[in-house]
């Protein structure tokens, strides 16, 4: 089930504020006046939109996390449960929602490690009920901004299910199980919530 609508939690208010002044305006001023105010809450409802994804019925699939490009997939280091894996790095697009969403379906737990750039984001560390790891990285947006991150340690999410917000996106770190067959390659453009990204194999 949605935890908000299909605008953004962080778009209600500023959305919510800039309504109230446009009707003011437009009842105690005039038409005229309030079509900047009604223009900028249209802009408002692009920024912040967030659509309802179909998640597919694909089993022990990864679903992308993010709107986006994948820029690179290779093995690497993974820092959070300091093991090797198959890092996938994608980047945000800065016209896209700007919601993140779970890739799997599990538990949230909190990685025993860190990287050692003390500025670092905090990865999330996911568990499937078959073991699997995945660790999801949200790095900072184009100003600096934090991103905002809305499951806790201890809790269970839905595959798809939105985790996070990134104000005009950001770079997205995906730490995988080494055996995970990956189905992106770099340069694919892809949809939060419906395109899979790579399956998890099983022996």
């Not at 991103?147 to 005009?168: A, L, S």
Request: charged share 20%; proline share 9%.
């Amino acid at each position: 089930m949605s935890r908000y609508p299909v605008i953004a939690r962080e778009g209600m208010l500023p959305l919510l504020a800039t309504a109230l002044t446009a009707v003011l305006v437009l009842h105690f001023v005039g038409f005229y006046q309030s079509l900047v105010l009604w223009a900028a809450c249209l802009l408002l409802l692009v920024v912040f939109r967030d659509p309802e994804r179909e998640v597919p019925s694909v089993p022990q699939a990864v679903v992308c996390p993010a709107d986006g490009r994948i820029t690179s997939i290779g093995m690497a280091h993974d820092p959070y449960l300091n093991r090797p894996s198959i890092k996938v790095i994608m980047q945000m697009n800065p016209y896209g929602a700007y919601s993140t969403r779970s890739p799997v379906e599990g538990k949230v737990l909190e990685p025993p490690g860190n990287p050692d750039d003390p500025g670092a984001p905090h990865g999330v560390w996911l568990q499937t009920d078959e073991g699997d790891d995945v660790v999801l990285v949200m790095n900072r947006g184009p100003l600096n901004n934090a991103p905002r991150c809305y499951v806790r340690f201890g809790e269970r999410v839905g595959q798809g299910q939105r985790c996070g917000f990134i104000h005009m996106g950001a770079q997205i770190d995906l730490y995988l199980p080494e055996s995970c067959r990956t189905d992106v390659s770099p340069g694919d453009w892809v949809r939060s919530g419906s395109d899979v990204i790579g399956k998890l194999i099983h022996a």
